[in-house]
C-alpha cells in the first residue's frame, strides 16, 4: 500500500497542476498557436516542394536509347519536383516580366479580393451563431437584426466572388498572351532579331520531338494559363483560410483541441496521399494523345488527293481509330483512377474529418474551459454553431490545401508540354536536333561528316567549297560538293530524283544545316523559291502578288496597283484584276486558280520583289513554252540570275553554267553549251527510237531466214 500511494499521484498534486496550467494557460495557447500557424506553412511548403523521383523511373530514362528507348522517350518526365519548379520558374518571369507589369498588378489585386473574402467568411460564421442563438432565446428583435445584417453582408460577398472569377479569368488571359507573344516571337521569328533562323521550318523537318507544335501553341498554353491561375487561388487562399479559421477556433475551443484535429487530420491526409494517383502524367499523356490523334486527321486533310486516288479511306480509318482507341483507352483509365481516388477522398475529407470536428465542437458543451465563464442554453448554441461554422470552413480550405496537390500535378503536365516547346526552340535556334538517323549514319565516315559543320559567309555571289549535302536524317547525297554561281550567269540544275537538287536550295535558304565546307552566299532576303505548287497565302488577290509584304509595304516603297498590274500583264494575267472583282477580292486562291495561273501569279511576286537571285524548282512545268521564254528573259532584263531545276529541253538556252547529278554521290558542274547539249539530246533520242527498231528488225531477220530457208529446202 505504501509503495501504491508513492507511484499515484495525491490529489493535491494533481489540483496543484491543474491550477498551475490554468494560470500559465493564455501563454501555453499562444505557444501552441504559433506553432500551429508555423506548422501548417512548413508542412504546405514541404507538401508542394521538390520531391525526389524515383530510382525506377531514372533507370528507365537511362535504358532510353534501347530497343524500347523511342516508346520511352516519347513519354514526357511529369511529377512536382525540382525539375518541375524550375521550370516553372522560367515560365513565370516570361509572363509576370517585372512588378510593375499588368499581370503583378492583377496578382495582387487577386490576393486582396482573396483576402477579404476570408474576413467576410469569418464574420459571417460569427453571425451564424448569433442568429441561432437568438432563436433559442426566443428574441424576435435581435434575431430580425442579424437577419437584416446578414443581407447587408450579402452586398460585399456576391462582389467579392464575382469580382474574384473576373481577376481570375483576366489573370489567365494575360498570361496566355504574353506567352503566346514570347512562343510566336520564337516561332515565327523577330523583326528585331538580326538571326533569321526559320524556327517553324526547322522544328517540322529538323527535329523529332514536337509532332503538333499547333496543338502546344493553342491548347496547351491555354490550359497551362488557366490552371497556371487557378493555382495561386487553390493554395494560397486556402493556407491562408486554414491560419485564420483555426486560429478563431482555437480562441473558442482551446487550442489543446486543435492540436488533436491536426494530429488526427494529418494522420488520414498522409494516408490520402499515398493513395493519389500520379494525376500530372496522366494530363500530359493525354494531351500527347490528343495531339496525335489532330495530327492524324490533318494529315488526312492535307494528302486528301493522294488518299483518295490511292482509295486508302480503310487504311487512314485504321491509323484515326487506332489513335482514337489509344485516347479512350487512356481516358477510362484515368476515369477509373478517379472514381475510386473520389471515393476515398471524400470518406476522408468529408466524412471522417467531420466526426473529428464534431467532437471538437462538442468541448465546450461537456468541458469547463478555464478562463471561459458558463453559458445558458443559447450561448452554447450559438458557440456550438459558430465553431461548427468555423471548423467546416477550414476543413473545406485544408481539404483545397489537400486537392490543390492534385491541381499541382495537372500544372506539371501541362508544364511539361509548354517546357518542351521552349526548350526544343531554344535547341533549335541554338542548331542542335534530335532526329531520327537512317542507319547508313552509323558508318565511320557518315558519322565524321555529321559531327563537322561549315562555315557560312555573306557574298555577293554563291559559291560552295567541298560543302556535304545532307538530309535531315543523316542521309549523305554528295559528300562534297563545289559550284560557284556568279551575279547574271543562269544555274541549270539536273539529275535523278533525290540526288539533292532541292537539298541544294534548303542549304541556301538556310533551312538546312552546313556539315562541313565554305557556304557563300547573299542574305536569305535576297533570295525567292518558285516551288511546282506555289504558296498562296490567306488574303487579298493583291496580297498574292506582294507577299509576303503587307500593303503598307508596297506604298513604302512606291509601287501602286497600276505598277502591279503592269507585273500582271508581264505574265499574261492582267485580266484576273477584272475577273475575280478587284485587287480587293479575297479568295481560297488555291482553288480559285489554275495551276499555270498559281505558277504566273508566283512569277509576278518575282517581278514585284526583283531579288538578285531566284530558285525555280521545275515553276514553269504548267505554263506554255513561250510564256516561260518570255518569264525567262524578263527576269534577266531585271537583274535576277536563276537557278533552275528542270528537265524542259527548252530552257537550256537561257542558262549558262550546269550542275548535273548523276543519283550516286557524284556531279558535274560546267558550263552549259545550250546548242551542242540540245544537238546531242536529239541524236540521243533519234539513236533511242533506233534502238526501239532493233527488235523488230531482228524478229523480221529470222522470219526472212526461215522463208529462205523453206524455198532452199523445197
Request: some cysteine; charged content about 25%; aromatic content about 8%.
Amino acid at each position: 500500500m505504501a509503495v501504491q500511494s508513492t507511484l499515484s499521484p495525491s490529489k493535491e498534486r494533481v489540483a496543484q497542476l491543474v491550477n498551475a496550467y490554468a494560470q500559465h494557460r493564455p501563454l501555453v495557447q499562444r505557444v501552441l498557436t504559433v506553432s500551429f500557424v508555423i506548422y501548417v506553412v512548413s508542412s504546405t511548403y514541404r507538401g508542394l516542394s521538390a520531391r525526389p523521383t524515383s530510382s525506377d523511373s531514372s533507370s528507365s530514362k537511362r535504358k532510353s536509347k534501347g530497343k524500347d528507348g523511342e516508346g520511352n522517350a516519347s513519354k514526357p518526365r511529369v511529377a512536382v519536383d525540382a525539375l518541375f519548379y524550375q521550370r516553372l520558374s522560367r515560365i513565370l518571369r516570361i509572363v509576370i516580366p517585372s512588378l510593375r507589369s499588368k499581370e503583378a498588378m492583377l496578382l495582387c489585386m487577386h490576393s486582396s479580393l482573396l483576402i477579404f473574402r476570408t474576413v467576410i467568411s469569418l464574420y459571417v460564421a460569427a453571425l451564424d451563431g448569433k442568429i441561432v442563438a437568438s432563436l433559442v432565446r426566443a428574441q424576435p428583435v435581435p434575431f430580425l437584426f442579424n437577419i437584416l445584417r446578414w443581407l447587408l453582408v450579402a452586398i460585399p460577398a456576391t462582389w467579392t466572388n464575382s469580382w474574384l472569377s473576373y481577376v481570375q479569368n483576366k489573370l489567365a488571359l494575360a498570361y496566355r498572351t504574353r506567352l503566346t507573344q514570347e512562343v510566336m516571337k520564337q516561332y515565327l521569328g523577330d523583326e528585331r532579331d538580326p538571326q533569321d533562323i526559320k524556327v517553324f521550318y526547322k522544328l517540322a523537318n529538323l527535329d523529332d520531338r514536337i509532332k503538333n507544335p499547333d496543338q502546344m501553341i493553342t491548347h496547351d498554353i491555354q490550359r497551362f494559363s488557366t490552371h497556371l491561375a487557378a493555382i495561386y487561388a487553390n493554395v494560397a487562399k486556402p493556407v491562408l483560410d486554414v491560419i485564420l479559421y483555426n486560429y478563431q477556433l482555437s480562441q473558442n475551443v482551446g487550442a489543446e483541441g486543435l492540436v488533436l484535429l491536426t494530429v488526427l487530420v494529418q494522420a488520414s491526409a498522409a494516408l490520402l496521399r499515398t493513395l493519389t494517383p500520379p494525376f500530372g502524367q496522366y494530363t500530359a499523356l493525354s494531351a500527347q494523345l490528343s495531339g496525335n490523334l489532330r495530327h492524324t486527321h490533318s494529315r488526312l486533310a492535307e494528302f486528301a488527293e493522294e488518299i483518295a486516288f490511292f482509295g486508302g479511306e480503310e487504311t487512314e480509318k485504321m491509323l484515326v481509330e487506332r489513335e482514337y482507341a489509344g485516347l479512350v483507352k487512356h481516358e477510362n483509365r484515368v476515369l477509373r483512377r478517379r472514381w475510386w481516388h473520389g471515393c476515398v477522398e471524400e470518406g476522408i475529407v468529408k466524412w471522417l474529418w467531420g466526426s473529428f470536428g464534431l467532437c471538437i465542437c462538442a468541448i465546450p458543451v461537456f468541458f469547463k474551459l478555464p478562463g471561459i465563464a458558463a453559458l445558458d442554453m443559447g450561448g452554447r448554441t450559438e458557440g456550438f454553431v459558430t465553431n461548427r461554422r468555423l471548423l467546416l470552413s477550414a476543413s473545406d480550405a485544408f481539404g483545397r490545401v489537400m486537392y490543390s496537390y492534385k491541381d499541382l500535378q495537372e500544372l506539371a503536365g501541362y508544364t511539361t508540354r509548354v517546357s518542351l516547346l521552349l526548350e526544343t526552340m531554344e535547341d533549335v535556334r541554338k542548331g542542335k536536333f534530335d532526329k531520327a538517323l537512317v542507319s547508313s549514319a552509323s558508318i565511320e565516315d557518315n558519322a565524321k561528316i555529321l559531327k563537322g559543320r561549315g562555315v557560312v559567309f555573306e557574298s555577293e555571289e554563291i559559291e560552295f567549297e567541298n560543302v556535304p549535302i545532307v538530309t535531315p536524317n543523316g542521309d549523305i547525297l554528295v559528300k562534297s560538293l563545289s559550284f560557284y554561281v556568279k551575279p547574271g550567269q543562269h544555274l541549270l540544275i539536273v539529275g535523278p530524283n533525290g540526288c539533292g537538287k532541292s537539298s541544294l536550295f534548303r542549304i541556301l535558304g538556310g533551312l538546312w544545316p552546313v556539315y562541313g565546307g565554305i557556304v557563300r552566299k547573299p542574305p536569305a532576303d535576297q533570295f525567292i523559291l518558285i516551288p511546282q505548287r506555289p504558296y498562296l497565302s490567306l488574303g487579298t488577290l493583291r496580297d498574292q502578288i506582294i507577299y509576303p509584304h503587307s500593303r503598307d509595304d508596297m506604298e513604302a516603297r512606291g509601287v501602286t496597283d497600276d505598277d502591279l498590274l503592269e507585273v500582271l500583264a508581264v505574265v499574261q494575267m492582267e485580266h484576273i484584276v477584272e475577273r475575280e472583282g478587284g485587287w480587293d477580292a479575297a479568295r481560297e486562291w488555291r482553288e480559285a486558280l489554275s495551276g499555270g495561273d498559281q505558277q504566273k501569279i508566283a512569277w509576278a511576286r518575282l517581278f514585284y520583289h526583283k531579288p538578285k537571285y531566284a530558285v525555280l524548282d521545275e515553276a514553269t512545268s504548267l505554263v506554255p513554252p513561250d510564256m516561260e521564254g518570255m518569264m525567262m528573259e524578263h527576269a534577266t532584263r531585271l537583274g535576277i540570275t536563276l537557278l533552275t531545276v528542270s528537265h524542259r529541253p527548252s530552257l537550256w538556252k537561257y542558262h549558262s553554267m550546269i550542275l548535273q547529278y548523276d543519283g550516286q554521290g557524284g556531279y558535274v558542274f560546267t558550263k552549259l553549251d545550250a546548242e551542242k547539249r540540245l544537238a546531242l539530246q536529239q541524236e540521243k533520242e533519234a539513236l533511242d527510237l533506233k534502238l526501239l527498231e532493233v527488235p523488230k528488225m531482228k524478229a523480221r531477220l529470222a522470219e526472212l531466214q526461215e522463208i529462205a530457208a523453206d524455198r532452199t529446202r523445197i
